[in-house]
Nanobody, 124 residues
């Protein structure tokens, strides 16, 4: 059973960096593509980044491309989101999700397992 737990959020000044982690306590993580999403207060959830099951392919929202990097460590059953040059508009709750059938793209319809989220707050 996929059980996802995000960590690494916190308070950071604009221009700073954070690295989010998403750990799967189960044994199916390695076979799933993964995605990161975020949701700010009063806004809809949006896709941030995704990575294929092998880690070979990555995808990014235009708003974070060049600043964020998604990666995974299959040996640790963990996916990461390195966030650099953070902006106040990056403030949101960040969620990781397992894409059971897709490749971790924004268009996948099979993000069926979600973590509880971790808060990222970027101040001016």
């Amino acid at each position: 059973q996929v059980q996802l737990v995000e960590s690494g959020g916190g308070l950071v000044q604009a221009g700073g960096s954070l690295r989010l982690s998403c750990a799967d306590s189960g044994r199916t993580f390695v076979s799933n593509a993964m995605g990161w999403f975020r949701q700010a207060p009063g806004k809809e959830r949006e896709y941030v980044a995704g990575i294929s099951w092998s880690g070979q392919y990555t995808y990014y929202a235009n708003s974070v491309k060049g600043r964020f990097t998604i990666s995974r460590d299959s040996d640790k059953n963990t996916v990461y989101l390195q966030m650099n040059s953070l902006k106040p508009e990056d403030t949101a709750v960040y969620y990781c999700a397992a894409d059971q059938l897709g490749d971790g793209t924004r268009w996948s319809r099979t993000y069926n397992y979600w973590g509880q989220g971790t808060q990222v707050t970027v101040s001016s």
